[in-house]
């Protein structure tokens, strides 16, 4: 399995932006469909944006395209979600996962979550 570890979550105001990145380490990372999920406390984890091995295929959820942009850099082993127009029911906690299918519903591996808090 790849092991996976995010970072740039934080506190923005509504409107702000964000950048989350996700470092991949343990296989090639170019075998890897990549997405990101979000769970809001109370709530179960949602999709939020895929993006698929070369980076040419992305899909995105409905509350976010627009908004969000995933995209990767497959020599730097990192995926990145770029998060424009930030509201409040944005505020979760942040996971990105890897999978060698793109339409997976399941993906096989997880990082440990970057909490992302948007204030009004």
């Known amino acids: 399995q790849v092991q996976l570890v995010e970072s740039g979550g934080g506190l923005v105001q509504a409107g702000g932006s964000l950048r989350l990145s996700c470092a991949a380490s343990?296989?090639?990372?170019?075998?890897?469909?990549m997405g990101w999920f979000r769970q809001a406390t109370g709530t179960e984890r949602e999709f939020v944006a895929a993006?698929?091995?070369?980076?040419?295929?992305?899909r995105y959820a409905d509350a976010v395209k627009g908004r969000f942009t995933i995209s990767r850099d497959n020599a730097k082993n990192t995926v990145y979600l770029r998060m424009n127009s930030l509201k409040p029911e944005d505020t979760a906690a942040y996971y990105c996962a890897a999978d060698t299918n793109y339409y997976a519903n399941s993906y096989a591996s997880w990082g440990q979550g970057t909490q992302v808090t948007i204030s009004s």
């Open positions: 343990g296989r090639p990372f170019s075998f890897y469909a």
């Open positions: 993006i698929s091995q070369g980076g040419a295929a992305t």
